[in-house]
């Protein structure tokens, strides 16, 4: 039995492995190299810290910001404000 792929979309879960998304071959060898194993770690890192990434160019970087719904314009992913307040200590 073949195990099928996911497209990528900006819906799927931080905890997503790599391996099991539909990405080009060049992008997972690229993400793999690096040691980059969930969508999660892709989205934290930055623009430039991806494109530092052997076989990984300007394209690549914008179909990975594209299709897991990441805005490039400050490299990295902004983190969801606390839904009930700052934590009181």
């Given amino acids: 039995m073949t195990d099928l792929l996911i497209d990528p979309t900006p819906e799927l879960p931080d905890d997503t492995p790599i391996d099991r998304v539909q990405l080009p071959t060049r992008v997972r060898n690229a993400l793999a190299d690096e ?43 902004l983190t969801c404000p606390r839904i009930f307040g700052p934590k009181i200590t």
């Fill in 35 to 77: 040691g980059l194993k969930t969508l999660g770690e892709v989205r934290e890192k930055s623009d430039e810290e991806l494109l530092r990434l052997q076989n990984l160019g300007e394209n690549s970087v914008n179909y990975l910001r594209t299709t897991l719904g990441i805005p490039s314009h400050a490299g990295v992913r």
